[in-house]
């Protein structure tokens, strides 16, 4: 028994990295090509381009591990029953029980592995994919102004520069045209770029300026900073509940300012902590399945079809519920039915 368990255990491993690979694979290519306007946009290297993106593969790691299982076992599991394997185990004496272990042994294991994903290693990586997207994007925007020209930092917001050594500019021309009723330009011997927690910023030194809006107004200044207003780097009022780490998750449930932002804790919780359990589900629900039509008189060529739509109304079933969690009654409910469903498939899976 031990021989057969190393061998399914060989071929489900073997299948499920290489699928991991690929799929990863091609998700984070297209994740490329999404950003690839934020490449030609913000002029940075490829390397820091490469590099952000990358950051995005634990997410994307940890979306697709569930679909990865099921394919690795319906894909193993469906070859053994066509080469008829499992047909001479079963005619040996083994139960479809003993024959489903290696495909649970390892669900067990890509359940914790996911477990971990979620916690801690997800919310990290997308805290540092948010902070080096702000920083590529307006931490290093002093890369983009060039000398003896004028430079569009946003909309309506043009600067000019003589010249460029590092952060400090001199001979800056300001025009700001954001606001169509009130209208500013500003000319400074000296300026500084400043990054800030409110984003983008340029201290001005001996200059003036000139406001024109239901009355002109002109001045001159020592001293002046203006807030740009291209960024902030909390991200303005979004919440992102992707970032933040699960212990102040759980914590910000019980103090969240609205209905919607505690919808969307409890919804990211239900994502991190229960979804994880989805490999286990659709592990034993796919080898339950196979196996018992195996035991057919009659090859039961449509187990796998049947397998794979079992496996859709699973996971939309899954998504669906954790998408609409509006209480911690609900989440309790939703763990609730995911235990009973994996009770049943392995009762299924294991009476004789």
Avoid at 140 to 159: C, I, N, P, Y
Avoid at 221 to 233: P, S
Avoid at 244 to 263: G, R
């Amino acid at each position: 028994m031990k021989i057969i368990n190393r061998y399914f255990s060989r071929q489900l491993v073997a299948i499920f990295i290489m699928l991991l690979l690929v799929l990863t694979g091609l998700a984070w290519m297209v994740q490329i090509m999404s950003m690839m306007k934020f490449l030609l946009n913000y002029g940075i290297n490829i390397s820091s381009f490469l590099g952000l993106t990358m950051l995005m593969i634990p997410f994307i790691v940890s979306i697709i591990i569930p679909f990865v299982t099921f394919i690795a076992v319906i894909f193993v599991y469906n070859k053994l029953i066509s080469d008829n394997e499992i047909t001479v185990l079963t005619a040996s004496g083994l139960a479809p029980g003993q024959i489903a272990r290696p495909a649970l042994r390892l669900a067990v294991i890509l359940t914790v592995a996911h477990l971990i994903l979620n916690i801690w290693i997800v919310p990290a990586t997308q805290s540092n994919f948010y902070n080096t997207q702000w920083n590529l994007r307006y931490g290093l925007a002093h890369m983009k102004l060039q000398e003896s020209a004028f430079t569009e930092l946003a909309r309506g917001l043009v600067v000019y520069v003589d010249k460029v050594s590092g952060h400090d500019l001199s001979q800056v021309m300001l025009s700001d045209t954001r606001d169509e009723k009130n209208s500013t330009t500003i000319f400074a011997e000296k300026g500084k770029l400043v990054s800030t927690n409110r984003g983008l910023s340029i201290v001005m030194n001996n200059g003036s300026l000139q406001s024109s809006g239901r009355t002109m107004t002109t001045g001159t200044f020592e001293t002046f900073d203006m807030d740009l207003g291209v960024a902030t780097k909390s991200g303005g009022n979004t919440f992102r509940v992707r970032r933040v780490p699960t212990l102040e998750l759980i914590k910000s449930l019980f103090d969240a300012p609205s209905f919607k932002q505690h919808k969307m804790v409890l919804s990211e919780l239900a994502t991190r902590l229960l979804g994880p359990i989805m490999n286990l589900i659709l592990a034993a629900m796919c080898a339950a399945i196979l196996l018992r039509s195996s035991l057919l008189r009659r090859r039961a060529s449509f187990a796998p079809a049947i397998a794979v739509g079992a496996m859709a109304i699973a996971m939309a079933l899954f998504m669906s519920a954790s998408n609409m969690i509006g209480g911690v009654f609900e989440f309790a409910l939703l763990a609730t039915f995911q235990i009973i469903a994996l009770i049943a498939i392995l009762f299924i899976l294991y009476k004789e």
